[in-house]
């Protein structure tokens, strides 16, 4: 049984968007304040470290998680994606964040990693839902800039187009 | 807004966490989903000595359909409860009231049993487990036992559990053709309630919980009544549970919500046994 | 032209590209403050806050956080103060503004001390070590009480709490409100909220002591004139002060204007520690002590004829800024000053506008900036005129709007309002949003016994602000000896580098706005290239940056102020190359076009050189310049508006120098049982002049709709009576989800502004002037009111239709109702009695003995006697998890033996704090025993206050309450209290006597 002691930091190793990584962390070190400031995954933003406004949300082990309520030593030896391991390739979009840029779903663009990293997950869950249920997905982020609208025009315009890619895949 | 300094257990059995629990008492607390005590660590409202992480536990992830009681390991998170084939059948209220239950976000990683422990008058698992009558299996290193719903909530985030235990599972009673409803009013989608009432409807009567107002869940077996009968009845389960004034709603209106919410959730019960 | 306004063929101007900067943001590429990373050896800060609203800071004692391992500094008011001198004080009066308290604290939230550290979990270690003692003073948390006599006194410079009283008369008010048909008055507040960006403040300072000089890396969002504030208060002159911004910033909307104490604490941090500081606000930080709007209370009243003409209005406004008034407040009450008639044409005006300190967080910028305030009272004064009159409130509206043929039109109180076309921007709106149909439903509704209402408001949206509407605050003579303020200078720099690439630089510090994209538009069509050959870079630096007090990006001021400049930049140097290619083309000058990546003479296209080519020249060659002309290399521009003048003697102020229109109507149904707000219907007219790039302005209206939402249905800053601050936490002050925001109809006109370079105005703001008091309005049709406070709670709408309450049934195990304090909500009160078997002699002594005190606080270890009467112990309380530590002083005071005492006590400890009196009267009973009553009175305050709300359920509270639960509540409560005071008593006095207590 291992027991982390307070007082000391200690090896945290997993898997960040397919990549393994390790970072030395403390019990109490926070894992969005581990993957901004100690594995420079600075994407993932902090709002309000008491998990209301969505900002840190990531994807451990495919479960959607607040990142200001997990501890970095939690998810060791996880699977961890984050918005730095959405797009295919750097100078690239995914078909989901190229939708926000479409919609101009975003505008300060503070709070939109987290919210890519629900819509990322749900709609491999999802794929095709009605507007009622991509608000209520929404309900666990906050953004002040937006109003929303333009994030759920986005999110139901890439179910579509993943839809449509799928079925093409599937066919194929 | 960071936690103080705890050290951590990851238990890879129960056993292993119940000794911690048994060293260290109440400087040792259970880390399950986090999703209301991570809030607490980083406000600094708790500071424990050490934190026993319990979800690598496999045996506690167990969660099962027998002997008349759906069956909840503490490692079951909210999440996948709510997509369980079973739920519909097994406990039909739990699955008109969880989709209240925060949000997809929490509920991924919240388990439904730290829901039970965390105590939380307003929330919807409470009410459900105090509404159908469940039971909360607690186990210390030195024994179990298992403790009826209305004995387990004592106050407001207060429960029976000891320091040295910890849930190993609740369990609900599978349904016997009631009628079941779940109706809450929050601020916001998502929001812990200010009143919430499930109901359940039989041909012995109708039995109510209500929660966000007393200082747990608190649930009542009423007549099958109607008309001015039950409103009377409402209405004297709305005063008797003692409201507070608070940010968000006043005392009166959590009255109100008991005996209007109250009423239809009663009646949405009765047409869905029907 | 319905939702999102159409792009226009071939300029880039007007068309909805996808914006430069979203690749980044979406990658997790972004640049904020918190991402870029910091120098070796940078020590990050945090701060200590008071619990209490008002109190004498008496005692500091930091030398347990100083000792803590990784601490660095530890700094005092004190410390701060001997670094500094005070901030500007937004009026003339004998008033200190510290950003840390010095001696009194004078809201919750305040900083009281800081600690630098090696890392921000060791800075909050040490923070929990630091002892302060405090002596409460009373609190005044309502603008109106605070100017009561013998009101608690923040300020000795602000008697009566008020820090300006000025009255101000246009036209002839007395006369016709003297002739008037009808007065009709309306009285209403407006809340206090903000509008939480998602990134909260943060900065980076360091000093060189070398040099004398700061550095300064913030999130800060202007105006620039703050600069000035900061390099004062750092006793530095401004070339000392560099003050950076980060290229990408996670919203604003005003706020972050207020970090400035802030970094005036991390620059005196870093001083002292000799190292870079390092500060990340936090939510509750941020929630608590960052900024708010303003709360307002206004009485308003108009002179109206009989067909519902608006002759005369006389306005007065009660403006609460908090515990200081910091620079720019009271710009929020100035900023609307030329605009206090709003769409209407009203020539006679009386003003009395007071500015009280209220002991509450200080306020500053935020979106809709007075205009929410001043629209709240407007509109709903509409409404009442039509209610009274019997009037159609659209009809009272149409009948006072400005005609459209007067523009440009002067307003009473001296705004130059540039252009607009009222008349049909309201009809385009009825059209589209199809009025008719809404009228229907809400007939259908009411027939059907539904709670529906309709309501509609007009608004101007002033943007891009005059620097001199804040004089307005002092009177004609205080403005002649200050100097004179106006304009509104905006700053734009085109650049060509030696291979001909295009770069712009605005001092402009966009916060999601898209300035750079727009800007890449803008310049585009000037020089004939696509947006992605242009590089903008929309970073400050105050050190190296063409910038000036009016630069940052506020009052909505980017599209018609720093886009028109940058214009002018890009036309300025389009007009030079136009001379070089002319020369090369042997085509006169204006003959010269700039299209496709080339210039080219417009009779012959196909003569051409392509713009990178004569773009370089001045670098390569500069000799090969034509005669006279000026190199292309660089163009900065500073461009103020010759409208923008300042305050003339008669107190006219032309406070903006755009103003939008905005027509709002809607329909909302209210849940007869719940008492919640459906917004059924929403339609959103708006004319902000020529369209720069359609997607951002809808974005922007849909935005400011959201907080609108906000401010109007959830959205509060509550105070306790006593000052505590109710909601600290993202659980308790709510902010609309995506489940709250509905869908509005959005409807453009455009009226470009002659006064602009592009046309544009600003569009940034209007929604959250006009929204809320179009949801005021349809609630107030819906129910029939008058008096309409927001923001909206179901709680308090249901009050309003549920009658009388159902009486407690009799012989119920019914509790008592809670008495109803009226002193805010975290006074719990109540009472009882018991019997005792004894004499109440006997009862007496025991209660004076120190023992059984012992006995009966609840989890008390080492209770001290400090005199007969006082003791002093540490307590441990806790529910469930939480759990704290405090130090609780309990005393015994008006004995009246063997009657009567008052048991009063307080606990103190990180998580808050909390104290009360019980009163305890003994009478002698039948058979030797005592009738034992009590009365009690409790309250919490501090953290658990702020963030024991809907998050934790009050069970933070609780804890604390606990103490004076347990010295007073009634044995029989219940499980939950079994440990109550009288319990634990009655159980101790039946052990020592051995005869039953019941
Ligand atoms: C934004 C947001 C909204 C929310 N809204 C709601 C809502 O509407 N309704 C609602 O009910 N909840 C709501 N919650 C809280 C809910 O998500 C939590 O999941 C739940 O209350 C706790 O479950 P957990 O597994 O996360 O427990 P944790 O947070 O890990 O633990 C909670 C407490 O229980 C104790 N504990 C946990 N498991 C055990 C165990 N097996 N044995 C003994 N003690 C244990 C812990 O020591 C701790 O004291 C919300 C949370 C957030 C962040
Ligand atoms: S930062 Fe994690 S939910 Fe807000
Ligand atoms: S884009 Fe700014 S908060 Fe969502």
């Known amino acids: 049984m291992p027991r982390l002691s307070a007082d000391a930091r200690h090896t945290v190793r997993f898997i ?70 959405l797009a295919p390739a750097p100078d690239r979009l995914s078909v989901l964040q190229a939708a926000f840029r479409r919609h101009h779903a975003l505008q300060c663009g503070f709070c939109t990693a987290g919210i890519l990293m629900s819509l990322d997950v749900f709609l491999k869950a999802v794929p095709d839902p009605d507007e009622e249920a991509v608000r209520d997905l929404l309900s666990g982020h906050l953004c002040r800039c937006t109003g929303y609208t333009p994030i759920v025009r986005a999110a139901l315009e890439a179910a579509a187009e993943l839809r449509e890619v799928q079925g093409e895949t599937t066919h194929a | 807004m960071k936690p103080a300094a705890f050290d951590y257990v990851r238990a890879e059995s129960v056993a292993e966490a119940l000794a911690v629990l048994g060293q260290e008492g109440s400087d040792a607390r259970i880390l399950a989903g986090g999703m209301s005590f991570m809030a607490m660590l980083n406000m600094r409202l708790a500071r424990p000595k050490v934190l026993v992480d319990i979800m690598r536990v496999e045996p506690l992830a167990r969660l099962e359909v027998g002997k008349g009681a759906l069956k909840i390991g503490a490692g079951v998170r909210q999440a996948r409860l709510l997509a369980f084939d079973g739920l519909e059948s097994g406990a039909p209220l739990i699955a ?174 009765k047409r869905c046994r029907a | 032209m319905l939702d999102m306004p159409q792009d226009k063929a071939g300029e880039w101007v007007g068309r909805a590209i996808e914006r430069v900067e979203d690749a980044a943001l979406l990658s997790g590429g972004g640049r904020y403050l918190d991402d870029l990373g910091v120098k070796p050896g940078t020590l990050h800060m945090a701060i200590l806050r008071a619990p209490h609203a008002h109190a004498d800071i008496v005692s500091i004692d930091p030398a347990a956080a100083k000792a803590l391992p990784g601490v660095a500094a530890v700094l005092t008011g004190a410390d701060v103060a001997k670094l500094t001198t005070s901030l500007v004080v937004g009026v003339k009066a004998p008033v200190e503004c510290w950003p840390m308290a010095v001696d009194r604290v004078r809201f919750v939230g305040e900083p009281v001390a800081l600690v630098v550290a090696e890392d921000r979990y060791v800075a909050e270690d040490a923070l929990d070590l630091i002892e302060v003692a405090y002596e409460m003073r009373p609190a005044v948390v309502d603008p109106l009480a605070a100017m009561e006599d013998g009101a608690p006194l923040l300020h000795h410079g602000f008697p009566r ?6 009255s101000f008369r246009y036209g002839d008010p007395e006369a016709e409100f003297a002739q008037a048909a009808h007065r009709i008055a309306i009285s209403v507040r407006y809340p206090r909220n903000s509008c939480t960006p998602i990134e909260t403040y943060g900065l980076v300072a360091e000093y060189d002591p070398h040099e004398d000089a700061y550095d300064v890396l913030a999130n800060f969002q202007g105006p620039f004139s703050i600069h000035a504030v900061i390099s004062r208060a750092l006793k530095v002159p401004g070339n000392r002060l560099r003050l950076r911004t980060p290229r990408d910033s996670g919203g604003s909307f005003g706020i972050k204007q207020g970090i400035f104490p802030y970094i005036v604490l991390g620059a005196v941090a870093a001083r002292v520690a000799g190292r870079p500081v390092k500060w990340i606000e936090d939510r509750l930080e941020h929630l608590m002590a960052s900024v708010s709007a303003t709360n307002r209370a206004t009485t308003l009243t108009a002179a109206v004829t009989p067909e519902g003409r608006i002759t005369a209005l006389d306005w007065d406004q009660v403006e609460d800024c908090g515990a200081h008034l910091r620079a720019p407040e009271p710009a929020t009450l100035y900023r609307m000053h030329g605009n206090l008639t709003g769409a209407y044409d009203i020539k006679n005006l009386a003003v009395r506008n007071r500015v009280v300190v209220t002991n509450k967080c200080p306020t500053g910028l935020n979106r809709g900036f007075g205009g929410p305030q001043v629209y709240l009272a407007l509109e709903r004064l509409m409404q009442r005129i039509a209610v009274e009159l019997r009037l159609d409130p659209l009809e009272v509206i149409r009948r006072n709007l400005i005609p459209a043929d007067a523009f440009p039109y002067r307003t009473a109180s001296g705004a130059l309002l540039d252009s607009g076309d009222y008349q049909k921007t309201l009809e385009v709106g009825l059209e589209a949003g199809r009025l008719d149909e809404l009228l229907a439903r809400r007939d259908k509704a009411r027939a059907a016994g539904r709670i529906y209402g309709i309501g509609y408001a007009a608004a101007v949206e002033p943007s891009v602000s005059n620097m001199g509407y804040i004089a307005t605050v002092l009177t004609p003579a ?88 940058a214009k002018m930049a890009a036309d300025r140097i389009a007009a030079r190359l136009a001379c070089v290619a002319a020369a090369q083309l042997n085509v006169p000058a204006e003959d010269v076009m700039f299209a496709g990546g080339k210039i080219a003479a417009r009779s012959n296209p196909a003569n051409a050189v392509p713009f990178s080519r004569v773009a370089a020249l001045s670098h390569w060659a500069p000799a090969q310049l034509p005669e006279g002309v000026a190199p292309t290399i660089r ?71 959201a907080h609108a939402l906000g401010a109007s249905l959830l959205e509060e ?50 929604n959250c002037m006009s929204t809320p008091a179009c949801l005021a309005n349809a609630v107030a049709d819906a129910l029939g009111i008058t008096d309409v406070r927001l923001p909206l709670v179901p709680s308090g709408v249901a009050a309003l239709i549920h009658g009388a ?40 002594a025991m209660l004076l003995d120190p023992d059984t005190l012992a006995a009966i ?52 400890g990180n998580l808050g704090f909390g104290g009360g009196s019980g009163r305890i009267t003994l009478a002698p009973e039948g058979g030797g025993g005592t009738e034992l009553s009590y009365t009690y009175e409790a309250f919490v305050g501090g953290k658990v206050a702020s963030v024991g709300g809907r998050l934790l359920d009050g069970a933070a509270k609780v804890i604390i309450g606990q103490f004076f639960a347990a010295l007073a509540r009634k044995a029989s409560s219940g499980k939950g209290t079994k440990s109550g005071l009288v319990s634990r008593l009655l159980a101790r006095l039946s052990s020592l006597l051995g005869r039953d207590a019941r």
């Open chain 2, 96 to 269: 008109k009231a969880l989709p209240f239950t925060g949000h997809a976000q929490t509920r991924s990683r919240g388990t439904v049993c730290g829901s039970i422990a965390h105590a939380d008058p307003s929330a919807e698992l409470p009410l459900c487990l105090v509404t159908l009558r469940g039971h909360v299996h607690l186990k210390s290193a030195r024994a179990g036992r298992k403790v009826a719903a209305e004995d387990f909530f004592t106050g407001m985030m207060a429960t029976a559990k000891a320091d040295d235990e910890m849930i190993e599972a609740v369990s609900f009673p599978t349904p016997k053709g009631e009628g079941t409803a779940f109706r809450e009013i929050a601020r916001r989608h998502g929001d812990f309630a200010i009143v919430a009432c499930a109901a359940l409807v039989s041909d012995n009567g109708i039995r109510l919980g209500v929660g966000g107002v007393a200082d747990m869940p608190v649930a009542r077996d009423i007549p099958l009544l109607d008309g001015s009968a039950l409103d009377d009845a409402l209405n004297a389960l709305a005063w008797e549970l003692d409201a507070r004034d608070d940010v968000h709603a006043s005392a009166r209106y959590r009255r109100e919500l008991v005996r209007r919410i109250g009423r239809s959730t009663i009646e949405e019960a």
């Open chain 3, 857 to 908: 606080i609840p989890g008390a270890h080492d209770v001290r006697k400090v005199s007969d009467t006082k003791f002093t112990a540490d307590v441990t309380l806790g529910i469930g998890p939480v759990k704290g530590r405090y130090k609780a002083q309990v005393s015994l005071s008006d004995l009246d033996p063997p009657k009567a005492v008052t048991l009063s006590g307080k606990v103190d």
């Open chain 1, 16 to 85: 960040l968007n397919g990549r393994e990584v390790k970072g030395q962390a403390s019990p109490r070190t926070l894992l969005s304040d581990f993957l901004r400031h100690q594995i420079g995954a600075t994407g993932t933003h902090v709002g309000c470290e008491h998990g209301v406004c969505g900002a840190c949300t990531v994807d451990v082990d495919g479960m959607l998680t607040r990142a200001c309520m997990t501890l970095a030593v939690q998810v060791e030896g996880c699977a961890v994606r984050t918005v730095e391991g």
């Open chain 3, 805 to 844: 309450e159902p009486p407690a049934p009799a012989g119920a195990r019914a509790k008592p109702a809670p008495a109803p304090t009226g002193k805010g909500e975290r006074l719990m009160r109540g009472g009882g009695r018991a019997r005792v078997g004894a004499a109440p002699e006997a009862v007496w």
């Open chain 3, 478 to 565: 205080e403005r002649r000896k200050a100097g004179p303020k106006n304009g509104a200078q905006a700053t734009a720099t085109v650049a060509i580098d030696p291979v001909g690439s295009v770069s712009v630089h605005v001092a402009s510090v966009p916060q999601g706005q898209g300035h750079r994209t727009v800007l890449s538009q803008v310049v585009a069509d000037v020089l004939g290239l696509q947006p992605s050959d242009i590089r903008v870079n929309a970073e400050m630096d105050t050190a190296k940056d063409a910038w000036s007090i009016a630069s940052g990006n506020y009052a909505s001021r980017f599209a018609a102020a720093v886009a028109g400049a």
């Open chain 3, 161 to 166: 709490n008020i820090a300006s009283d000025r």
């Open chain 3, 635 to 705: 163009e900065t521009v500073f461009w103020t508006p010759p409208e923008l003048a300042a305050a003339d003697e008669g107190d006219h102020i032309n406070s903006s120098l755009c103003h939008g229109f905005i027509f709002d109507y809607c329909g909302i149904e209210i849940d007869r049982d719940t008492g919640e707000i459906r917004i059924d219907h929403y339609v959103t007219a708006h004319d902000c002049g020529t369209i720069l790039h359609p997607g951002m302005v809808d974005g922007q209206i849909r935005g400011g709709f």
């Open chain 3, 717 to 766: 800053y509550a105070y306790g009576e006593d000052g505590s601050f109710l909601t600290g936490t993202f659980a308790d002050y709510l902010v609309p989800t995506a489940m709250e925001v509905p869908e509005p109809v959005i409807v453009h006109t455009e009226t470009p502004s002659p006064f602009t370079p592009l046309g544009a105005k600003g569009v940034g703001e209007g």
